[in-house]
């Protein structure tokens, strides 16, 4: 008997719900806490339906404190609102940027889907690409052609606009432009067309949820890693400073996810900037609301692990019996072991259900699980 029948068949479930220790749209289900951060969250967002300025959010958190599952709850708050278009993408790159910042702008431009806009918008779209100013021209004939070109066509313009092609000189001829997106003031432009664009189309706000800002000090030197922080300045700052007036345009908002050991190395950052002046200052001083996750109390622990137990990832929905019964003992084993890190948390249990189950347990308790880990030499 294969072990999913087994589990199956014994517990009437299909897999360890533990099994997944990754940050997940699915996992907003079983989402416990963090009331505070939410309601300072959900405040930002509900001001970007009629933004009057632009927004950073910080949300600071330890390795496994759930900083992704947090940017995808701002996420799926912000969908709730027809005026905010939020996008999730992460600062971490494939391999080493070539052009930091303006990989950083690709990234963007490639977290927004524009087939299923113009299939959305349908009626909207031409028009919205239309009032784009004629001072940028080359960016309204790039978006004319990633929403209604021929397929061929239409995906070298996306790639283009994504960053994925170099395009030579008959190439950038075939897609009606003279010049490449080569650097950051090109970009800018883009930029400022896509949030003209989104504007025609009833959005008041560009949310971006980045994620793993602390790959800024692993991914590039330390004389580019400021161009990323100018960058991020620049976003918030956005459309000030560009040379050509965009007219109305969407708003940006920022959510960054940063690990803590990330957000210390900004603050270092800032203070060797302090003599020599640098963009990290003035970043912090954009930085609107500021949230730190930290470890889940007891009793949020304890809701998390009941809120796995009952979910039947197969069915995608609640069941009414836990997988495995289990006792006050049980949470209280898993708590101090973990010190109420989610991550941690779900890793333990996933551990000891892998055994139990195995086993063919038919309750948690203190006993089985530290039986359970000390077999396999966990504890
Ligand atoms: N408040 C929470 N309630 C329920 N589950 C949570 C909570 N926070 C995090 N988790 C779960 O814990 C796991 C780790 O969370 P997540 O991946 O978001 O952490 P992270 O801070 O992004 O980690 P890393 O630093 O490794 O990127 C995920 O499975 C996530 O669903
Ligand atoms: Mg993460």
Same mark, same amino acid.
């Given at each position: 008997?294969?072990?999913?029948?087994?589990?199956?068949?014994?517990?009437?479930?299909?897999? $360890?719900?533990?099994?997944?220790?990754?940050? &997940?749209?699915?996992?907003?289900?079983?989402?416990?806490?963090?009331?505070?951060?939410?309601?300072k969250?959900?405040?930002?967002?509900? $001001?970007?339906?009629?933004?009057?300025? $632009?927004?950073?959010v910080l949300i600071i958190?330890?390795?496994?404190?759930?900083?992704?599952?947090?940017? #995808?709850?701002?996420?799926?708050?912000?969908?709730?609102?027809?005026?905010?278009?939020?996008?999730?993408?992460?600062?971490?790159?494939?391999?080493?940027?070539? @052009?930091?910042?303006?990989?950083?702008?690709?990234?963007? #431009?490639? +977290?927004?889907?524009?087939?299923?806009?113009?299939?959305?918008?349908?009626?909207?779209?031409?028009?919205?690409?239309?009032?784009?100013?004629?001072?940028?021209?080359?960016?309204?004939?790039?978006?004319?052609?990633?929403?209604?070109?021929?397929?061929? /066509?239409?995906?070298?313009?996306?790639?283009?606009?994504?960053?994925?092609?170099?395009?030579?000189?008959?190439?950038?001829?075939?897609?009606?432009?003279?010049? &490449?997106?080569?650097?950051?003031?090109? @970009?800018?432009?883009? !930029?400022?067309?896509?949030? &003209?664009?989104?504007?025609?189309?009833?959005?008041?706000?560009?949310?971006?949820?980045?994620?793993?800002?602390?790959?800024?000090? +692993?991914?590039?030197?330390?004389?580019?890693?400021?161009?990323?922080?100018?960058?991020?300045?620049?976003?918030?700052?956005?459309?000030?400073?560009?040379?050509?007036?965009? %007219?109305?345009?969407?708003?940006?908002?920022?959510? !960054?996810?940063?690990?803590?050991?990330?957000?210390?190395?900004?603050?270092?950052?800032?203070?060797?900037?302090?003599?020599?002046?640098?963009?990290?200052?003035?970043?912090?001083?954009?930085i609107d609301v500021q949230t730190n996750?930290?470890? !889940?109390?007891?009793?949020?622990? =304890?809701? /998390?692990?009941?809120?796995?137990?009952?979910?039947?990832?197969?069915?995608?929905?609640?069941?009414?019996?836990? !997988?495995?019964? #289990?006792?006050?003992?049980?949470?209280? #084993?898993?708590?101090?072991?973990?010190? %109420?890190?989610?991550?941690?948390?779900? $890793?333990?249990?996933?551990?000891?259900?892998?055994?139990?189950? =195995?086993?063919?347990? +038919?309750?948690?308790?203190?006993?089985?699980? =530290?039986?359970?880990?000390?077999?396999?030499? =966990?504890?």
């Amino acid at each position: 008997m294969s072990e999913d029948t087994f589990i199956e068949k014994k517990y009437g479930l299909r897999e $360890n719900p533990f099994v997944d220790q990754i940050a &997940k749209e699915l996992w907003l289900s079983t989402w416990v806490n963090r009331q505070e951060q939410l309601a300072k969250w959900q405040a930002v967002i509900s $001001n970007l339906r009629k933004p009057r300025k $632009n927004y950073i959010v910080l949300i600071i958190g330890d390795y496994g404190e759930g900083k992704s599952q947090s940017l #995808f709850k701002v996420v799926s708050e912000a969908k709730q609102h027809l005026e905010i278009y939020p996008t999730f993408f992460t600062f971490r790159g494939e391999q080493k940027p070539k @052009a930091p910042g303006l990989e950083f702008m690709f990234r963007i #431009f490639k +977290s927004i889907d524009f087939k299923k806009l113009a299939k959305a918008h349908s009626r909207k779209i031409e028009a919205a690409i239309e009032a784009i100013p004629d001072d940028f021209d080359e960016v309204k004939t790039i978006l004319r052609k990633c929403c209604f070109a021929e397929p061929d /066509l239409q995906n070298k313009a996306l790639y283009f606009l994504q960053g994925e092609i170099n395009p030579n000189k008959t190439e950038l001829k075939e897609m009606g432009i003279i010049r &490449k997106i080569d650097d950051i003031d090109v @970009a800018k432009e883009y !930029l400022a067309g896509i949030l &003209k664009v989104l504007k025609g189309l009833g959005f008041q706000t560009l949310l971006l949820a980045v994620d793993e800002v602390e790959y800024l000090f +692993s991914l590039v030197p330390r004389p580019q890693q400021s161009i990323y922080v100018a960058l991020l300045r620049g976003l918030y700052d956005f459309p000030v400073g560009m040379m050509k007036d965009a %007219g109305e345009i969407a708003r940006v908002t920022i959510f !960054l996810a940063v690990s803590s050991d990330g957000y210390r190395r900004l603050n270092e950052m800032e203070k060797a900037e302090y003599a020599i002046g640098g963009p990290t200052r003035p970043l912090f001083d954009r930085i609107d609301v500021q949230t730190n996750l930290g470890v !889940l109390t007891k009793e949020a622990a =304890e809701e /998390l692990i009941t809120k796995r137990l009952h979910f039947d990832r197969v069915k995608g929905r609640y069941a009414n019996q836990p !997988l495995i019964p #289990f006792d006050q003992t049980f949470i209280a #084993f898993i708590w101090e072991l973990t010190k %109420g890190n989610p991550r941690h948390i779900i $890793n333990k249990c996933s551990h000891v259900l892998d055994a139990g189950i =195995e086993m063919g347990i +038919s309750q948690l308790t203190r006993i089985t699980a =530290e039986k359970l880990l000390r077999d396999r030499r =966990e504890l």
